[in-house]
Nanobody
Framework: QVQLVESGGGLVQPGGSLRLSCTAS????????IGWFRQAPGKEREGISCTSSSSVGVNWYVGSVRGRFSVTRANSENAVYLQMNSLKAEDTGIYYC?????????????????????WGPGTQVTVSS
């Protein structure tokens, strides 16, 4: 069955870095656009990035993470990575990856969760001193 599993979360000091992994099974993630989302306590889930399929090769970021976060792929591992640098306290939350319902290309409103049909269980990221 289609499955996405996030890993790599943990506790990090402000200004530090983490790399999250999104490992896919049951499908080839290389052929799909993959989104990253996060949800802080008491807040709605927000989309922060979308990486298109490898053939399309376009990444999108919301302004709050642009320049600090970056997405890469490891196709041989069927995985997508989120590198998070210069972390801030407001980056704290549960981070999710999700598969796009429309396939290879990210939607123009890529940060909407309505464009994704399969979600991982999430991994906790806590930024605190």
């Amino acid at each position: 069955q289609v499955q996405l599993v996030e890993s790599g979360g943990g506790l990090v000091q402000p200004g530090g870095s983490l790399r999250l992994s999104c490992t896919a099974s049951g499908f080839t993630s290389n052929d799909y656009a993959i989104g990253w989302f996060r949800q802080a306590p008491g807040k709605e889930r927000e989309g922060i990035s979308c990486t298109s399929s490898s053939s399309v090769g376009v990444n999108w970021y919301v302004g709050s993470v642009r320049g600090r976060f970056s997405v890469t792929r490891a196709n041989s591992e069927n995985a997508v990575y989120l590198q998070m640098n210069s972390l801030k306290a407001e980056d704290t939350g549960i981070y999710y990856c999700a598969r796009s319902v429309s396939g290879r290309a990210c939607e123009r409103d890529f940060s909407s969760p309505n464009h994704y049909d399969n979600w991982g269980p999430g991994t906790q990221v806590t930024v605190s001193s």
